[in-house]
């Protein structure tokens, strides 16, 4: 899939990328792209404890093998923008996840993302439910999720301490 934005709905650098999944030779990219994530980025968003090559090798295994489903979005450059995956698909409700470097943030950026898993969680993976966790602190993404229709099913799910975070789901019709 290939997209570009207008300027007027993505300010700053980013004005074009595309997006595909995964491919054998990611793995230093994805850990280069995880390293440079801002402390705050990291500490609402840290679906791998550790973001080392070899741990990143490991991410690309498990998409391509198909046990996750996970796609990139590259700049012009062929750095990542973001990252955005479903893990475990086999599971009855997969989550998912959605990092994006620092300059991609509040550019509208996260919602296309959000949007192409949504597509791919109902017509590819063709799941009655899609889920996530999200930090009670994170309102941008809360609000972002809220928007596109995931609804808080419970309030007490733990990621940096007790009772810290949401898990929300999306259900398909």
Do not use: C
């Not at 792209?33 to 609402?44: H, I, N």
């Amino acid at each position: 899939m290939t997209s570009s934005i207008s300027p007027k709905a993505t300010p700053g650098p980013i004005l074009g990328f595309r997006v595909r999944v995964l491919a054998h030779d990611d793995a230093a990219r994805l850990s280069r792209f995880y390293q440079a994530l801002p402390e705050q980025s990291r500490y609402f968003f840290e679906p791998y404890a550790d973001v080392s090559v070899d741990a990143m090798n490991e991410v690309v295994r498990r998409a391509l093998s198909g046990f996750d489903f996970s796609s990139v979005a590259l700049d012009e450059a062929g750095g990542i923008i973001g990252h955005f995956f479903f893990m475990d698909v086999a599971s009855e409700v997969p989550h998912l996840g959605i990092g994006l470097r620092e300059d991609a943030q509040g550019t509208g950026l996260g919602g296309v993302f959000l949007a192409y898993l949504i597509a791919v969680g109902r017509r590819v993976l063709r799941k009655n439910a899609i889920g996530l966790t999200v930090m009670k602190t994170n309102a941008r993404a809360l609000r972002l999720y809220q928007r596109h229709g995931f609804q808080i099913v419970r309030e007490d799910v733990s990621f940096r301490s007790a009772n810290d975070s949401y898990e929300m789901r999306l259900t398909f019709d």
